[in-house]
């Protein structure tokens, strides 16, 4: 695959086969067999119903939102800011808490993600998702156990908003979707990283983020009117972190994810942005510091670190590995608003 390629998979039809052209039609037309089962309304009151939520959406407007993975710390933010913003705010865990344990006092429902018809009866009636629930990390289970949760939970989360109605949806990925500090040895096609570099995973977490991606492109293939982000965060933290002379074994370590990580809140702003910006189809946005970790000059890391790897422009000071400007450019955001 060639540098600077979007890596997604092709998929092509046995030969023999032939496929008809699709016409673009209404939800009610598009419906599945389920959904029209499940509905009473016309298309035309369907389709207003569509309209209104895009344009309470996109200016702000208080709709319903479900977030998934609500009793993480990223998740308990993210409710409390929706919340904060007016938002009813359908929070969702596995594990079921009481108002007083969360920070916006709402109490936590339980579902499972990759329990289809639990999850989608949940998500009835909202009008927005913010899919954040996964096994966070390669060692947080055997990896057929997180590769199989977090692939399942965002087939789940993207499927059964799509059959409930809801056109706006942001799903947590992860900056090792191309591979990163999970892997034996990372590699970068080029520096810094943006969404169009490869991917060159390997463990099953890395995998599970990438395939989440392929999923939402997927999907947005077969619900055209669908908006769906996926935010490729890293190392998210409450503040900056100390930058100071790492010894040499970790600072070789945090080599491999590029001396990288992300605010709590900048992170929290990029999911109730990603729900509001006017973009189509399924886009993925690496949401990152503009800064390292490092108390090295990024310069002077490249040399050490990845001297063969081109670099597409010059890293002053001490700035970061990963250009995010298709994230302020499509969503508004930047880190440090």
């Known amino acids: 695959m060639r540098a600077g390629s979007r890596s997604t998979a092709v998929f092509r039809r046995p030969e023999g086969t032939e496929r008809e052209a699709i016409p673009v039609v209404d939800r009610e037309d598009r419906a599945t067999p389920r959904q029209r089962r499940d509905t009473d309304s016309d298309t035309d009151t369907d389709s207003d119903t569509d309209r209104d939520t895009e344009a309470k959406t996109q200016r702000g407007g208080r709709v319903r939102i479900a977030v998934t993975g609500a009793s993480g710390r990223l998740g308990r933010a993210v409710v409390a800011a929706a919340a904060a913003e007016g938002h009813e705010v359908v929070a969702l865990d596995k594990v079921a808490e009481p108002a007083a344990r969360t920070s916006a006092s709402l109490p936590v429902t339980a579902v499972d993600v990759t329990d ?30 997180v590769h199989a949760n977090n692939v399942v939970g965002t087939y789940n989360a993207l499927m059964a908003a799509a059959e409930v109605g809801i056109r706006r949806v942001v799903c947590a990925s992860s900056i090792n979707a191309i591979g990163g500090i999970y892997s034996r040895r990372p590699r970068y096609d080029y520096l810094p990283v943006d969404e169009a570099h490869p991917t060159y995973a390997e463990d099953a977490y890395s995998l599970s983020k990438w395939l989440g991606e392929q999923q939402a492109d997927a999907v947005a293939r077969l619900y055209p009117d669908m908006r769906i982000a ?70 002077e890391l490249h040399r050490r670190f990845y ?21 302020t450019r499509v969503l508004g955001w930047t880190h440090d608003a």
Request: charged share 25%.
């Open 116 to 145: 289809y018809d639990a999850l989608r009866a949940r998500l009835a009636g909202c009008e927005g998702l913010i899919h954040l629930a996964a096994r966070p990390s390669p060692w947080d289970a055997p990896p057929h156990v």
């Open 230 to 299: 996926s935010l490729r965060f890293h190392g998210i933290r409450p503040g900056p972190p100390p930058r100071e002379v790492a010894p040499p074994d970790q600072l070789a370590a945090e080599a491999k994810h590029l001396w990288g990580w992300v605010d709590l809140d900048a992170s929290v702003r990029a999911c109730l942005l990603g729900l509001r910006a006017d973009f189509t189809g399924h886009e993925v946005f690496f949401i990152v510091a503009p800064t390292t970790t490092s108390a090295i000059e990024s310069a």
């Open 307 to 327: 001297p063969d790897v081109p670099l597409r422009r010059p890293l002053e000071r001490h700035e970061g590995f990963y250009d995010c400007q298709k994230a």
